[in-house]
């Protein structure tokens, strides 16, 4: 961490740290993953396409779920850059706060959530080409709960991803440098 040259107050970085970036790059294609298969899963009767899908969704869950200590350590640690410059929404600093807390509550809940229905309902924890299947004594009441909290949560929580993509496209569509300052990793410049 960098200080200001003459007041010792740590200097605002143009961009976020390289861990941030890998971090926010791999979570979001494991949470796109995850998104993704449950939707396309949705549309297919039970049967091997379904099961199939489903299998790599918790797969992708699980994968979110690992990702998600180093992401808040490293947001706990590290400076961070300053927010973009309002595109003139009122409520937009409410709103991306909003967003923001539910995309990160989701990291959480979304696969918590997941791990208690496939631990306690007797399934397992898949994980790409295996499943795990953790030393707990099946409970389908508790695994029946984490279901409803699981899909009710879940269904909401879809639609914050798209506003949170939206978001960095109007912020970069009125000259914000919002791109750079999280991909500047994969060579966008600030």
Not at 52 to 76: I, T, V
Request: net charge positive; charged share 10%; aromatic share 10%.
């Amino acid at each position: 961490m960098s200080t200001g040259a003459a007041s010792g107050v740590p200097a605002v970085p143009a961009t976020y740290s390289t861990l941030m970036q890998a971090n926010h790059l791999l979570g979001g294609a494991a949470v796109l993953g995850c998104v993704g298969t449950v939707l396309q899963a949705q549309k297919y009767k039970p049967g091997k396409d379904k099961g199939d899908l489903m299998f790599l969704h918790k797969s992708f869950g699980l994968l979110s779920f690992l990702l998600l200590g180093p992401r808040l350590a490293a947001r706990a640690l590290q400076t961070l850059p300053s927010a973009p410059p309002s595109v003139g929404i009122p409520l937009e600093k409410a709103l991306a706060a909003v967003t923001h807390y539910g995309l990160y509550g989701g990291l959480l809940l979304m696969p918590a959530t997941g791990i208690v229905m496939g631990a306690y309902g007797g399934r397992g924890l898949p994980f790409f080409t295996t499943t795990y299947f953790p030393p707990v004594e099946k409970d389908g009441k508790l695994a029946g709960q984490a279901f409803k909290i699981h899909s009710q949560f879940g269904y909401w929580w879809k639609f914050l991803i798209p506003a949170h993509v939206g978001a960095a496209a109007v912020h970069s569509a009125a000259g914000a440098s919002i791109m750079p300052r999280m991909f500047s990793v994969v060579g966008l410049k600030p």
